[in-house]
């Protein structure tokens, strides 16, 4: 029989042929989700990634038992709890986008992604935590506080993010949906030992969902399994016409959909991964050694594969990496153009701020309220990240690369404390997500291990720009060469 109280932890598949079986219900699996989410969120070690429950959600899983049992077609997501984004917005949830200021907000239509995950049978089972308008790379929030991480409750679970990783890693939902502008799928995926994917820009609309950088921004799942992100991947990616950018959908050289279909167990061998220099620790201390013994060793396991590891370098990255970041560029008008479309208690991001209505270390929405941005800058900086892609599928060309490989940030997660101190800061953090976010080239992490004190480590690749199928391949043959426990301790079965 299918053990009901592991469900929660189950692959998509595996719940599927449990709901065929008979064995399992979508209705006893919301329960389960719900128990787990008032043992572990609610009370007990409070990780504190929902910020509210969906009260439709035994309701639409009772319907789709119904339909099962009527025979009708099961879709790729029947009956599959997921937690959304409070940066999403889902009809007659109230939906905040991390910030105490838009407290009461009930939208009165899903975002496009939404209806997506609805269409293939999915059960939004609640909304997940993310800092104040996703601007930083932590948890810190004015509307939930600091979300925890499941693996070690002293570190945080990452930004933006931040309950959809902590979510599922936990056990809350088998699978959620986050956002990505700078790395805020990737960051707090690898930060709780999940997979997490950045779609090339433009693959899955944006429509309905509240903006950071909106040239970066894409929504993106966050999974236990590379299958299971394939299989979800199927039903978020194509043309919305809500979201001009997804018209990359209709082009005829742009593969879209079969993400799952397309996953070669054998994908590492012969497969040429460029180990990007810049994007190593440059020395090892207390924070980044860990990352380096564990990424070594993942290391070696592809290679093992028969993956073949090349040493690649960009010139200059770091600074390219400057110059092509948007935030002090567009995120000001990005996010005030969205509030001021909507019945929203503020219509801007300047005067949140000012009413101090946003969670005091955010020192990047601080600094998006207060700049006063160039055209001509914004400009500039825009070029800059094209030619920033150039050089990156240029580096692959040369080298006749699959993917670029690195650490997803080459440092573990940091504390609670330190956040709180102030000794890490969202505009002064080294994270490597930022490649693949400022150059839009398409980008996953994979779990790589597990440090000596139990902390997760991420394993990012970035491949050429629509190139999510063979991307997606790769790093199943990184996920079945890595294997990783599923359930963290603090949060047993």
């Known amino acids: 029989m299918f053990p009901v109280e592991q469900a929660p932890f189950a692959s998509i598949d595996a719940i599927h042929a449990a709901y065929l079986r008979g064995e399992l219900s979508a209705e006893v699996l919301v329960e389960v989700c719900l128990a787990r989410i008032d043992r572990f969120d609610r009370q007990g070690p409070g990780i504190n990634a929902v910020t ?23 879709g790729r997501l029947h009956g599959i709890p997921v937690l959304v984004k409070d940066q999403i917005e889902t009809a007659g949830i109230e939906t905040t986008f991390g910030s105490a200021a ?17 269409s293939a049978g999915a059960i939004v089972l609640a909304k997940s935590a993310m800092p104040d308008f996703a601007a930083s790379w932590f948890s810190l929030s004015s509307r939930t506080g600091h979300t925890r991480c499941p693996w070690n409750l002293e570190r945080d679970a990452g930004g933006s993010s931040s309950g ?12 959620a949906i986050g956002e990505d502008t700078g790395g805020s799928v990737r960051i707090p995926a690898a930060y709780n030992n999940l997979v997490g994917v950045r779609v090339t820009t433009g693959l899955v609309s944006r429509s309905g969902m509240a903006p950071l950088v909106a040239s970066q921004d894409t929504a993106g799942p966050i999974t236990r399994t590379v299958a299971d992100a394939a299989t979800v991947l199927d039903v978020l990616v194509g043309f919305d016409p809500a979201d001009p950018a997804t018209r990359a959908c209709l082009r005829p050289d742009v593969a879209r959909g079969g993400y799952r279909a ?16 810049e ?33 690649v370098s960009v010139e200059d990255l770091a600074d390219r990496l400057q110059e092509t970041s948007l935030y ?93 101190r102030g000794d890490v ?35 990012e690749l970035i491949g050429r720009p629509f190139s999510e199928r063979s991307l ?3 790093a199943s043959g990184v996920e079945a060469a890595s294997s990783s426990p599923v359930v963290p301790p603090t949060t047993p079965c």
Do not use: W
């Open 102 to 118: 838009m407290r009461g907000y009930v939208p009165d239509r899903d975002a496009t992604v939404v209806t997506r995950l609805a």
């Open 262 to 277: 397309a996953l070669r167990p054998a994908a590492l061998r012969g497969a040429r991964l460029g180990l990007l220099a």
């Open 425 to 459: 800061r969202t505009q002064s953090f080294r994270t490597n997500t930022i490649v693949a976010a400022q150059s839009g080239l398409p980008a996953i992490t994979v779990p790589a291990g597990l440090t000596s004190l139990g902390i997760p480590v991420g394993l």
């Open 279 to 311: 994007a190593l620790a440059g020395v090892d201390d207390e924070t980044t050694s860990p990352v380096s013994r564990v990424f070594a060793a993942a290391l070696s396991r592809l290679e093992d594969c028969k993956a073949i590891v090349v040493p």
């Open 52 to 74: 509210v429950q969906n009260p439709e959600a035994l309701r639409t899983a009772r319907r789709l038992d119904e339909d099962l049992r009527r025979g009708r077609p099961i």
């Open 328 to 420: 002090l560029y567009r995120s000001r008008s990005d996010i005030d153009d969205f509030l001021s479309r909507r019945p929203v208690p503020f219509r801007d991001v300047a005067s949140i701020v000012r009413a101090g209505l946003f969670d005091q270390s955010l020192d990047l929405l601080r600094a998006i309220a207060e700049c006063d941005p160039e055209p001509a800058e914004l400009r500039k900086r825009e070029a800059a990240q094209q030619d920033l892609r150039a050089r990156l599928v240029g580096v692959m060309q040369a080298h006749e690369l699959d993917a670029l490989c690195f650490p997803t940030t080459p440092g573990i997660a940091p504390t609670s404390e330190e956040l709180r």
């Open 164 to 175: 959809s990783a902590a979510g599922v890693a936990a056990g809350f939902a088998p699978i």
């Open 472 to 474: 997606l391949s790769l």
